[in-house]
């Protein structure tokens, strides 16, 4: 399984971004997948996640009203929608996927994207 983000790029303070996540493989199938990202000199944090079968979502405190996940099933692609950006959302973005059932959102994830850097300045 493969998993490719793209659309980081670097905006300015309420400005927004859009990032793309592609999943391939042979026979790609997951449960959850969701964005993380890590800021320089800081660990990973969980951003948002969405449910392949529902939809469900779930947003960190810091991002809920600005940021929306989506994902196209057809696509097997995932998108983070950012919108009015600050500076403390400046990191390198992480897509991943949880392969099988897990109680949580937020961890267990199987495969990892190679990241796509936002920088957002003043």
């Known amino acids: 399984v493969q998993l490719q983000a793209s659309g980081g790029g670097s905006v300015q303070v309420g400005g927004s971004l859009r990032l793309s996540c592609a999943a391939s493989?042979?026979?790609?199938?997951?449960?959850?997948m969701a964005w993380f990202r890590q800021a320089p000199g800081k660990e990973r944090e969980f951003v948002a996640s969405?449910?392949?079968?529902?939809?469900?979502?779930l947003y960190r405190d810091s991002v809920k009203g600005r940021f929306a996940i989506s994902r196209d099933n057809a696509k097997n692609t995932v998108w983070l929608q950012m919108n009015s950006l600050k500076p403390e959302d400046t990191a390198v973005y992480y897509c991943?996927?949880?392969?099988?059932?897990?109680?949580?959102?937020?961890?267990?994830?199987?495969?990892w994207g190679q990241g796509t850097l936002v920088t957002v300045s003043s």
């Open positions: 493989g042979r026979t790609f199938n997951s449960y959850r």
């Open positions: 969405i449910r392949w079968s529902d939809g469900i979502t």
């Open positions: 991943a996927a949880q392969a099988w059932f897990s109680a949580s959102p937020v961890a267990a994830y199987d495969y």
